[in-house]
């Protein structure tokens, strides 16, 4: 069972639910994107980018000990910094794809996702009542609710069906 389906209470029944990564497209675009084009990426950089500091004047036995052992540093830094962020931004790219879910219920908004922030999962559960209005921003919704600062949920699919849903059921009540 999913997280929105462990976290229904009595009674309550699922109007709209958004699941990240379920249907074939975006198995295709995470797989072009982690498997392939990220460690293609990532090699290239570190494959490039170790030849252009090949040629770097080097400390000699004269220098401080500090840039002796600075700039080496630096230099590997700038070759395999960039390499294993893309493959972090990857696996928690993947890690969100598999388990973001957000469902609109008959009486409220509840699920799991993506904030700002890539790597923290925030729970969300929310009262029809309590929100205002709901924004789509393109690859974000915006949820506003009475007394708060607005709840980001960021890279969901199915956005305006979303809110089309959520806009008849502030209707109905």
Avoid at 15 to 26: A, C, Q, S, T, V
Wanted: charged share 25%; proline share 5%; aromatic share 12%.
């Amino acid at each position: 069972m999913s997280f929105v389906d462990n976290k229904l209470e009595a009674g309550e029944e699922i109007l709209f639910k958004i699941n990240r990564g379920r249907k074939f497209r975006h198995y295709y675009k995470m797989i072009s994107q982690n498997v392939i084009t990220f460690p293609v990426i990532a090699f290239f950089a570190w494959r490039y980018l170790s030849n252009l500091f090949t040629d770097f004047p080097q400390p000699t036995s004269t220098d401080p000990m500090a840039i002796q052992i600075l700039i080496p540093v630096c230099l590997l830094s700038c070759i395999y910094v960039p390499a294993i962020a893309l493959i972090v931004v990857g696996v928690l790219d993947l890690l969100h794809f598999f388990m973001d879910e957000l469902a609109l219920t008959n009486r409220r908004i509840i699920g799991r996702g993506q904030s700002r922030m890539i790597w923290p999962f925030r729970v969300f559960d929310i009262e029809v009542s309590e929100v205002l209005d709901i924004k789509n921003k393109n690859t974000y919704l915006e949820i506003r609710v009475d007394g708060e600062r607005p709840i980001i949920i960021s890279k969901l699919f199915q956005n305006k069906e979303f809110i089309e849903k959520f806009d008849e059921l502030k209707d109905s009540l």
